[in-house]
T-cell receptor, first 113, second 117 residues
Framework: EAQVTQNPRYLITVTGKKLTVTCSQN?????MSWYRQDPGLGLRQIYY???????DKGDVPEGYKVSRKEKRNFPLILESPSPNQTSLYFCASISAGHSNGYTFGSGTRLTVV | AQSVTQLDSQVPVFEEAPVELRCNYS??????LFWYVQYPNQGLQLLLK??????LVKGINGFEAEFNKSQTSFHLRKPSVHISDTAEYFCAVSLTSFGGSQGNLIFGKGTKLSVKP
């Protein structure tokens, strides 16, 4: 089954403790992206990657890092989480052909206390 | 730059009634248009998309949307809703030329559809 897999689904952590949210897709998509969803704000792009070793900032990149060492994986790293990063996070991927729209993961609900 | 406006943050409706969720976009270049649905505690699922061709697009679960270029709108409709349609609906646009942040989906802020018995 074609899918984007995120882990974990739920995470509660403390301020300053480094964490990684993993994302993996099995569709051989070139383009991957991370979004955060906040009430009343919709979804906003954090970082994206056009292919292996090619990443760039989206609209709200502060406090986040990403890497793309393999085509299928695109982890989101919070080096020093803060409470304002409490949010629902989605990973998404799309083929360069673009015609089928994005495939989203199931989301990771992060709480930073 | 592109932007998406969903005109209603909440839409309450009775079961079996018709519904329209409104979406307007702003862009100086061609865009692709999407509607996504998010059921409670779940991820986003693609409902339908407009890439080109016929302006009336049919999607899953009986939903359809009409692309109106002159009014820059892409409203979502369903003739008869069910309780199970209760969810949050997101309109989104992306540029038609792919690459860089042009691959980014720009989302509206969402419309919560609440279907009551």
């Amino acid at each position: 089954e074609a899918q984007v897999t995120q882990n974990p689904r739920y995470l509660i952590t403390v301020t300053g403790k480094k964490l990684t949210v993993t994302c993996s897709q099995n569709m051989n998509h070139e383009y991957m992206s991370w979004y955060r969803q906040d009430p009343g704000l919709g979804l906003r792009q954090i970082y994206y990657s056009m292919n292996v070793e090619v990443t760039d900032k989206g609209d709200v990149p502060e406090g986040y890092k990403v890497s793309r060492k393999e085509k299928r994986n695109f982890p989101l790293i919070l080096e020093s989480p803060s409470p304002n990063q409490t949010s629902l996070y989605f990973c998404a991927s799309i083929s360069a052909g673009h015609s089928n729209g994005y495939t989203f993961g199931s989301g990771t609900r992060l709480t930073v206390v | 730059a592109q932007s998406v406006t969903q005109l209603d943050s909440q839409v309450p409706v009775f079961e079996e009634a018709p519904v329209e969720l409104r979406c307007n976009y702003s862009s100086s270049v061609s865009v692709y248009l999407f509607w996504y649905v998010q059921y409670p505690n779940q991820g986003l699922q693609l409902l339908l998309k407009y890439l080109s061709g016929s302006t009336l697009v049919k999607g899953i679960n009986g939903f359809e949307a009409e692309f109106n270029k002159s009014q820059t709108s892409f409203h979502l409709r369903k003739p008869s809703v069910h309780i199970s349609d209760t969810a949050e609906y997101f309109c989104a646009v992306s540029l038609t030329s792919f690459g860089g942040s042009q691959g980014n989906l720009i989302f509206g802020k969402g419309t919560k559809l609440s279907v009551k018995p």
